[in-house]
């Protein structure tokens, strides 16, 4: 559960009440308000710049939070979702709607409450098999991995973001020489042209991960060697 989840109630009642068009809204002040969406094509995009007090929130301090729909889905952040709200450093709250009803209010953002690692529900952007990894990172390393803002599906679209990500992100490969130890992260292929998924080494022969449409856990690193081969790295702060 999530520090906004009693507001739930509240943003599920505007959501399906502005279908079909996006509704939007902020948080300040424990309390969700919403804005009128004033963007030049409401049923794909939301803009409340010009409410006031979303301005004031943002020039004192007090907001929390950003919220906005996804009419009919995706039942994930976009691209854009994911650039907006790391470059606005407050949580985003997404609420899924077919006009009939809300399906879901999801939140993300690295200044949430990081869930348990084992038994999380798979959401691209939010749950997913980066995300597991950032979170391990930080729960046991002290260190924020840096996000990969792309759309679903990114690997059939001609983006290598793992290989092209993963020295940014401050690892390095290891050489045939170097066995994997603890904290250590692999990528593998799954039914993609390019590495499309990642676990990090927990020791003892295991990895934790999180595969798509699955709960996040721990398994044997013996099952996915094939897929793995040479594709281990090592962050350079260790």
């Given amino acids: 559960m999530y520090e906004f989840d009693y507001l739930n109630i509240a943003i599920a009642v505007h959501a399906a009440a502005e279908y079909p068009r996006e509704a939007c809204g902020y948080v ?3 309390a ?3 804005c009128v969406n004033a963007a030049d094509d409401p049923l794909n995009a939301f803009d409340m710049s ?5 301005g004031q929130a943002l020039i004192d301090g007090t907001l929390q939070a950003v ?3 996804h009419t009919d889905g995706p039942a994930f952040p976009t691209k854009r979702d994911l650039v907006n709200q790391i470059n606005m450093g407050v949580p985003w709250g997404i609420a899924v ?4 009803a809300v ?4 939140w993300y953002g690295d200044t949430l409450p990081i869930p348990p690692l084992e038994k999380r529900k798979f959401r691209y952007g939010v749950t997913d098999c980066w995300t597991l990894i950032r979170h391990w990172y930080k729960l046991n390393r002290d260190l924020w991995l840096p996000p990969f803002p ?3 599906g990114w690997w059939k679209a001609g983006e290598d973001i793992y290989r092209s990500g993963l020295a940014e992100a401050g690892f390095r ?3 045939a020489n170097e066995q994997p130890v603890a904290g250590d992260m692999c990528s593998m292929r799954i039914d993609s042209p390019v590495p499309n998924h990642g676990g990090v080494y927990i020791g003892n022969g295991l990895m934790l991960h999180h595969l798509m449409d699955q709960y996040s856990r721990k398994e044997s690193i013996e099952r996915y060697m094939s897929l793995i081969k040479d594709n281990w790295y090592r962050h350079e702060s260790t």
């Fill in 28 to 30: 300040a002040n424990g």
């Fill in 32 to 34: 969700y308000h919403p």
């Fill in 50 to 54: 010009g409410d006031t007090g979303f």
């Fill in 67 to 69: 919220v906005h729909s």
């Fill in 97 to 100: 709607t077919d006009g009939r």
């Fill in 103 to 106: 399906k879901e209010v999801f």
């Fill in 150 to 152: 792309s759309e679903w």
């Fill in 173 to 175: 490969r290891l050489a």
